[in-house]
């Protein structure tokens, strides 16, 4: 089992910066592919970021160039930048922890913190 636990959402202004983190609680880099996702009030949940054990980073288009995301193994806490934030990026943001081994799938989730951009 693991656990993940996020922190770091608020409020913001446009064009301000935020830095979101997901600190799991054992070492799964190395074999879990890390994501952030968010959720907006009415919509699903998609994907914003990912990173791949290996290290290899996706973005979603609509924060491509805005927002970064990295990963601390010593600190087993996986980060997301947000800069050049617009009120279209308020949501809900979820880390999540996915493995495919064998026949076996294993998803982890936070519980989410709030981002919300306004003036």
């Known amino acids: 089992q693991v656990q993940l636990v996020e922190s770091g959402g608020g409020l913001v202004q446009p064009g301000g910066s935020l830095r979101l983190s997901c600190a799991a609680s054992k070492s799964i880099f190395s074999f879990y592919t890390m994501g952030w996702y968010r959720q907006a009030p009415g919509k699903q949940r998609v994907l914003v970021a990912s990173m791949l054990s290996g290290g290899t980073k996706n973005y979603a288009d609509f924060v491509k160039g805005r927002f970064t995301i990295s990963r601390d193994n010593a600190q087993n806490t996986v980060y997301l930048e947000m800069n050049s934030l617009k009120p279209e990026d308020t949501a809900v943001y979820y880390c999540?922890?996915?493995?495919?081994?064998?026949?076996?799938?294993?998803?982890?989730w936070g519980q989410g913190t709030q981002v919300t951009v306004s003036s």
């Open positions: 999540n922890a996915h493995r495919v081994s064998g026949p076996y799938e294993y998803d982890y």
